[in-house]
T-cell receptor, first 119, second 111 residues
């Protein structure tokens, strides 16, 4: 299957700092990537849809100024958590949509996730 | 947006066949059904995708009835390493194929 790389796998930072997470599709181009967050024992929650060359579409309740998304190329999307606080501590996961044909059939491939701990 | 409903948890023993059923009553005509597996502290892993009837790959089978309002993931002869959370998802055609995760089914395989 297609491979999505996410970096870093774990980050610990002080409150007030910004953290950037990278998501790369290694063997395919992805015009659309997605960002999720997951709290312990809970399901994944979609945060935003990242489209190459255009602004991200955020889900209701997600602060776009807090979670900056940039999708500058067909293989890279980044999520920056600005002025992180302890409540932002979570598991962040990206995915990339593989295939440019019929969207209903496209498969999303996921990165391994990033564990963010804000002290 | 098609909502999915699955059992919260299931128990099984090694070597048994496990069937997890998911209901998606308001699935749209263009939506495909996709199943993922997730281990703790890892991203979900694609298992199988289908539109109707039966799909089989080296890992699992997916059964979809004619009305497409439900689907069943079948895992043959499970092992301890199949202990994970399994998610059934229905993509949204007109929203770039985004997926909304439900609670998933926590499968526990015992020796």
């Amino acid at each position: 299957g297609a491979v999505v790389s996410q970096h870093p796998s774990r980050v610990i930072c002080k409150s007030g700092t910004s953290v950037k997470i990278e998501c790369r599709s290694l063997d395919f181009q992805a015009t659309t990537m997605f960002w999720y967050r997951q709290f312990p024992k809970q399901s994944l929650m979609l945060m935003a849809t990242s489209n190459e060359g255009s602004k991200a579409t955020y889900e209701q309740g997600v602060e776009k100024d807090k979670f900056l998304i940039n999708h500058a190329s067909l293989t890279l999307s980044t999520l920056t958590v600005t002025s992180a606080h302890p409540e932002d501590s979570s598991f962040y996961i990206c995915s990339a949509r593989h295939g440019e044909g019929f969207m209903g059939k496209n498969i999303q491939y996921f990165g391994a996730g990033t564990r963010l701990s804000v002290l | 947006l098609a909502k999915t409903t699955q059992p919260i948890s299931m128990d099984s023993y090694e070597g048994q066949e496990v069937n997890i059923t998911c209901s998606h009553n308001n699935i749209a005509t263009n939506d495909y059904i996709t199943w993922y597996q997730q281990f703790p502290s890892q991203g979900p892993r694609f298992i199988i995708q289908g539109y109707k009837t039966k799909v089989t790959n080296e890992v699992a089978s997916l059964f979809i009835p004619a009305d497409r309002k439900s689907s069943t993931l079948s895992l043959p002869r499970v092992s301890l390493s199949d202990t994970a959370v399994y998610y059934c998802l229905v993509g949204v055609y007109n929203q770039g194929g985004k997926l909304i995760f439900g609670q998933g089914t926590e499968l526990s395989v015992k020796p």
